[in-house]
């Protein structure tokens, strides 16, 4: 019966792959992405979703700390980075973070998630410092912490090898790597909007490196902008490529567009089609990560709550002060509570567990 409703819409053999468990290859990826039929296509992802993870949907109780906005990269589509001195632009000191820490002392925080801009000034030693005094104050909390493009900017400001900056923050306290800075690794894209960030295969080259040392990291794509479809599917690709490698890769975290106050402010923000599709996307071509995350940050409450039927079996946290989206004119929350969350799970259907950054299970709501 199913079989020949996908036979209809010309997804058949995509189906037939997808039962079986094969994998995908671009050419579906892009049949896919261009059908009408997105119904099917949410279809297809939960498959695969409830085969990788049944009914759980995971959230983590953290807290985000964006450190500085100062960056010298300043692409066109981030409306979070500044010049050093512009209006704006912010950067905290050591005590300010030890005091943002100490201010939520009293919560069961697992996570503390930090990121910032490449700042030109900061020296090596701020960024070990950081860590090691979070640590002293919450020794239980796990630090995700730097982004590709920052550790890559991290290493250059200390003169040492990537290998070493990691062994390093590890030393003084990092557990893994947020996903950001990856955006869409196509070249064209990235000398149109980010020509002085590191490029797309540098980027997962220090992923990959951090793998083989044991340290595990998201990955990210920053869809909506300017990008093909076939750049997209380019993307995903490259990641499981890199994931078929090493091995290390947790969660991959679509990120949709936000236009406002930035320097591509006339393209439209993404519709919920396109949120949804790329996320059932990701889940079908990325076979080889355990788990797809509806930001709901960046999607709504509304969208990420749909999504949990597309393909993802994640939503993030409670986080609390994400300043990244809400620069670009997100107008989601910038907190939701644990009972917030588990009942977005919960009224869609699923099962919510709390889980610490590698995806230990700590409890089922």
């Known amino acids: 019966m199913m079989e020949n409703i996908f036979k209809r819409a010309g997804l058949g053999h995509i189906y037939e792959k997808v039962i079986s468990g094969q994998r995908l290859s671009k ?8 059908t009408p039929e997105l119904p099917l296509v949410g279809y297809l992802a939960n498959i695969v979703r409830e085969r990788e993870n049944g009914d759980k949907t995971y959230y983590i109780y953290n807290q985000h700390i964006n450190y500085s906005n100062v960056c010298k990269n300043l692409c066109k589509f981030c409306a979070f980075g500044r010049e050093k001195g512009a209006e704006k632009a912010f950067e905290m000191t050591l005590s300010d973070i030890e005091n943002e820490v100490r201010e939520r002392l009293d919560e069961p925080i697992n996570e503390i998630h930090i990121v910032g801009g490449c700042h030109p000034d900061l020296p090596y030693d701020f960024y070990m410092e950081m860590l090691r005094r979070i640590k002293a104050i919450r020794p239980e909390c796990h630090i995700q912490a730097f982004t590709c493009v920052e550790i890559a900017h991290i290493a250059e400001v200390g003169k040492r090898s990537v290998e070493e900056t990691l062994r390093d923050l590890v030393d003084a306290g990092l557990g893994s790597i947020p996903g950001g800075g990856a955006e869409v690794f196509s070249p064209r894209i990235r000398e149109r909007l980010c020509p002085e960030k590191l490029s797309g295969e540098k980027w997962l080259e220090v992923a990959k490196t951090a793998h083989r040392m044991g340290i595990k990291s998201n990955a990210t794509m920053l869809y909506g902008h300017i990008e093909t479809v076939e750049e997209r599917l380019d993307h995903l690709i490259a990641l499981r490529d890199a994931q078929d490698e090493t091995g290390g890769f947790m969660c991959f ?10 320097g591509l402010e006339s393209i439209s923000p993404t519709g919920g089609v396109d949120d949804l599709k790329t996320i059932a996307v990701s889940r079908l071509i990325l076979d080889n990560f ?25 939503l993030d946290g409670t986080v609390l002060e994400e300043k990244i989206t809400h620069m670009a004119g997100a107008e989601s929350e910038k907190a939701l509570s644990r009972n917030e969350i588990e009942h977005i799970i919960r009224t869609a259907g699923r099962i919510p567990v709390e889980r610490d950054t590698l995806y230990n299970e700590i409890h089922h709501g």
């Open 253 to 262: 975290i679509p990120l949709s567009f936000h236009p406002k106050n930035t």
């Open 27 to 34: 050419e579906d990826g892009l049949t896919l992405f261009n």
């Open 290 to 314: 355990p788990h797809i995350k509806a930001y709901w940050v960046m999607l709504g409450k509304k969208v990420a709550q749909i999504a949990l039927s597309f393909g993802a079996d994640d």
